[in-house]
């Protein structure tokens, strides 16, 4: 079965802290992994797609096959990158669903 | 361009009635994905719409059924509403290009509370 892991409920940074969110799958093919966050009062947006392999918000995130993790990393929390933060996993192919996990609230502080 | 809309933004039920929420995907996509999210949890799938058709199917009872319309938009029923219904609808839009979809964009939800 598919599955979407993030232990941490809740993860709290000083403000220039260096930030980890983790996230392990379980998927036996081969995975499309992202990460999505979603801001106070805003809609749930995409940040990371592993396939793009970009750089956003000064977010990055590795897709690790033999440990199947895809944490999101960031050097430097800034107190804008306070929000839910979701992994999701989908199949990799044409009209298959996002599986998310429960998400963890990042809340930077100064 | 709006984006993915859904309407209406809150709604409150009795047990035993039945609800319909909408969707308008974004402009150029023509797959519609609703979710299930409540509180505390990661969103859930409920079922995929493309080419009109009912795609795939999250672990959701017959209760719940969907359609899409030619102009890609969808509405998603439920019909004996539950307490345990209550949760945020999300509704998720994105254009399948052969054999891989664009990225997944969501709509702002439906709150429903069923009382």
């Known amino acids: 079965a598919q599955r979407v892991t993030q232990p941490e409920k809740l993860l709290s940074v000083f403000k220039g802290a260096p930030v980890e969110l983790k996230c392990n799958y379980s998927?036996?093919?081969?995975?499309?992994l992202f990460w999505y966050v979603q801001y106070s009062r805003q809609r749930l947006q995409l940040l990371l797609r592993h396939i793009s392999r970009e750089s956003i918000k000064g977010f990055t995130a590795d897709l690790n096959k033999g440990e199947t993790s895809f944490h999101l990393k960031k050097p430097f929390a800034q107190e804008e990158d306070s929000a839910m933060y979701y992994c999701?996993?989908?199949?990799?192919?044409?009209?298959?669903?996002?599986?998310f996990g429960k998400g963890t609230t990042l809340s930077v502080s100064s | 361009d709006a984006g993915v809309t859904q309407s209406p933004t809150h709604l409150i039920k009795t047990r035993g009635q039945q609800v319909t929420l909408r969707c308008s995907p974004k402009?150029?996509?023509?797959?519609v994905s609703w979710y299930q999210q409540a509180l505390g949890q990661g969103p859930q799938f409920i079922f995929q719409y493309y080419e009109e058709e009912e795609r795939q199917r999250g672990n959701f009872p017959d209760r719940f059924s969907g359609h899409q319309f030619p102009n890609y938009s969808s509405e998603l029923n439920v019909n004996a509403l539950l307490l345990g219904d209550s949760a945020l609808y999300l509704c998720?839009?994105?254009?399948?290009?052969?054999?891989?979809?664009?990225?997944?964009?969501f709509g702002q939800g439906t709150r429903l509370t069923v009382v």
């Open positions: 998927y036996s093919g081969s995975p499309e």
């Open positions: 998720a839009s994105s254009l399948r290009t052969g054999t891989w979809d664009t990225e997944a964009f």
């Open positions: 402009s150029g996509h023509d797959t």
């Open positions: 999701a996993l989908k199949r990799g192919q044409a009209g298959t669903a996002l599986i």
